[in-house]
């Protein structure tokens, strides 16, 4: 019978709408909630900023600009990094969740206030949340990069993981043979969710026994 897939790489064929098997209900019971590592946000202070300036009066600043167009700052609670650029917005990275992302672009926002600027803070938004799962059983790449060739890129004399690129929601997954993944591009917990509930069958059925 020929297989058909969906946009997201599921089985589309008679047979995948059957009821899965209980020991891979079991399985997928038994995997745990994606562990977020760091989180990207952005924002506007809405002024001009003067980057030399600000790097030699802010502590744990540097700028380089023949290397990169922003000032790099840093705070420690929350521990994080900030992009600073001259148009005013910021990239902040290193939270673990979006209260702490909102939480320190306010913090580098009254940074910048007390230098004296007319610092007007708005646009906030989480713009990727990188986390991890591990599913607790070996994955058999080569295969599922065949099965799904349409949505993987895998090469592992350049590089140990598959790379499997998902419809909806937009994220990328970096899926090893040890079953540790690591899930890029989601905007929110619910898109994490979201692509586990699309990825976790699918890894189930190409579990190495």
Known sequence: MTKKFDENGNNQSVESNQPPP???INIWLDIEEPVVHNIVAT???NCRLELPKIAIRVR???YNPKRFCAVIMRIFEPRTTAMLFASGKIVVTGAK?????CLACRKFARIVQKLGYDVKFSDFKVQNVVSTVDMKFPIRLDKLAIVHSQFCTYDPDFFPALIYRMVRPRTVLLIFVSGK?????ARNRTQMKETMEHIGPVLCSFRKK
């Open 22 to 24: 209980q020991s891979m």
């Open 43 to 45: 924002a506007n202070f």
């Open 60 to 62: 744990n600043a540097e």
């Open 97 to 101: 969740n979006e209260r702490l992302a």
């Open 181 to 185: 993944l690591i899930i890029t591009g």
